[in-house]
């Protein structure tokens, strides 16, 4: 690689999750401008990791968001506090109808989060884009919309995708590529 190349990749600063695990395996922390898909089967502990790591994002006075389309506000909140989360830099939304990405993005920014987390792929939604919510057209138009707002607004977020018992992405393996 070139100078330019190299000195362009040093500039870019990584923002610890306060899970020094996570933080090491995603090269220093979440990175502005980027989206990242995390998968693992049902029972995990995806939505746990993922709400830690908002909390200890938030920790620094940065904002985070987390917006599940698995559960209600209620429950969310109930959740974060069962793991010792009650910070007042960390939004909490939930609605088991799913999560409308053009609402999220617009409660995030009005929030000031610059870190979010959906969960999951398979609950967001696109007002304009046919299809039931978590087939494969639905998932990649959540996926663009999610990668062109982090790019666009200087974001960073992590999608849940659940894992299929044969190792596969519930929406389809496409999600991966974008």
Request: proline share 1%; with cysteine; net charge negative.
């Given at each position: 690689?070139?100078?330019?190349?190299?000195?362009?990749?040093?500039?870019?600063?990584?923002?610890?999750t306060?899970?020094?695990?996570?933080?090491?395996?995603?090269?220093?922390?979440?990175?502005?401008?980027?989206?990242?898909?995390?998968?693992?089967?049902?029972?995990s502990?995806?939505?746990?990791?993922?709400?830690?790591?908002?909390?200890?994002?938030?920790?620094?006075?940065?904002?985070?968001?987390?917006?599940?389309?698995?559960?209600?506000?209620?429950?969310?909140?109930?959740?974060?506090?069962?793991?010792?989360?009650?910070n007042?830099?960390?939004?909490?939304?939930?609605?088991?109808?799913?999560?409308?990405?053009?609402?999220?993005?617009?409660a995030?920014?009005?929030?000031?989060?610059?870190?979010?987390?959906?969960?999951?792929?398979?609950?967001?939604?696109?007002?304009?884009?046919?299809?039931?919510?978590?087939?494969?057209?639905?998932?990649?138009?959540?996926?663009?919309?999610?990668?062109?707002?982090?790019?666009?607004?200087?974001?960073?977020?992590?999608?849940?995708?659940?894992?299929?018992?044969?190792?596969?992405?519930?929406?389809?393996?496409?999600?991966?590529?974008?």
């Amino acid at each position: 690689l070139g100078q330019a190349t190299m000195d362009a990749a040093a500039d870019q600063v990584y923002h610890s999750t306060g899970i020094p695990e996570l933080d090491k395996v995603l090269g220093g922390g979440v990175l502005w401008e980027t989206a990242l898909l995390v998968g693992a089967t049902r029972g995990s502990g995806k939505s746990t990791m993922l709400l830690q790591a908002c909390d200890g994002y938030a920790r620094d006075g940065r904002k985070s968001y987390y917006a599940s389309g698995e559960m209600t506000r209620d429950k969310c909140i109930a959740y974060a506090k069962r793991i010792g989360i009650v910070n007042e830099n960390v939004c909490l939304f939930g609605d088991p109808s799913g999560v409308d990405c053009d609402n999220l993005f617009e409660a995030v920014t009005a929030f000031g989060a610059t870190f979010f987390v959906l969960d999951s792929l398979q609950t967001g939604t696109v007002s304009d884009v046919k299809g039931d919510i978590g087939n494969q057209s639905m998932a990649k138009a959540v996926t663009n919309m999610v990668q062109s707002f982090c790019q666009e607004k200087k974001r960073a977020a992590m999608v849940i995708g659940h894992l299929t018992q044969d190792g596969n992405y519930a929406s389809g393996e496409s999600v991966q590529h974008l």
